[in-house]
């Protein structure tokens, strides 16, 4: 599958996909990884934002955001829960 169609399918599924639940495995470099829980935010032309409660109190939740680009190189990994 070209690189522009698998571009297009990301953008599409992270789209469609605004307001649910996602698990976010961020490979940080050697062996590293970073698990968190959170929703899909909002969406940009260019990268897509998560908000991930901490310790379950909405006060503490924090923003991340990521670029299709990071999906697509599997930097991160979504898995919709």
Do not use: W
């Amino acid at each position: 599958m070209s690189q522009q169609t698998e571009m297009s399918r990301i953008v599409y599924d992270v789209k469609h996909s605004v307001g649910r639940r996602v698990k976010v495995c961020e490979n940080k470099g050697r062996n590293k990884v970073d698990v968190m829980e959170g929703v899909i935010s909002a969406i940009y032309p260019c990268v897509f934002t998560i908000k991930v409660d901490t310790q379950n109190l909405p006060e503490s939740a924090q923003t991340f955001s990521y670029s299709y680009t990071d999906v697509l190189t599997k930097n991160v990994e979504l898995v919709y829960v």
